[in-house]
């Protein structure tokens, strides 16, 4: 009978210690599929968070890009008014640095055409004058289109 009761405590032993390796293993694993899942959850936030990021700064461009564009038109009419009635010939240095002092420019330069080229004729950067275009690329394109 001693032997009996040794015996079934022994297998109640080890049907116990499976059982808790059994619920150990499944607590980890039921852990390691929470937190994947999070995981998962946390990137797709992130991921939604950094398009509409993205999405905001192409429209804060776009918006920015725009309004320079109407600052530049309106400066270009502002400019051409300026230089309607005045004679190429006659505009000089001094001239150039007026309209860029007066409207905020960069540099202000006047082109002139050539049989096969278009040359700075006359620059508020004075290094810039008598410089080529030829070899710009899509600016010597465009300022061939704007000057025919």
Known sequence: MKRFKDQFRDNILVIMTVFIMLIIVLTIKTFDYMI??????DIQ?????????????????DLIQNYLVEIL??????????????ELSTIDVNFLEEIKSRYKLSEVALFRKLENDIIIETSTAEHEIGLST??????????????A
């Open 36 to 41: 994947t899942n999070q995981q998962d959850d």
């Open 45 to 61: 936030q992130l991921s939604g968070f950094i398009m509409n990021s993205i999405e905001n700064s192409v429209s804060a461009e």
């Open 73 to 86: 038109e309106n400066v270009t009419y502002q400019v051409e008014e300026d230089l309607s009635g005045v």
């Open 134 to 147: 030829k070899d710009w690329g899509f600016w010597y394109d465009a300022f061939s289109q704007l000057l």
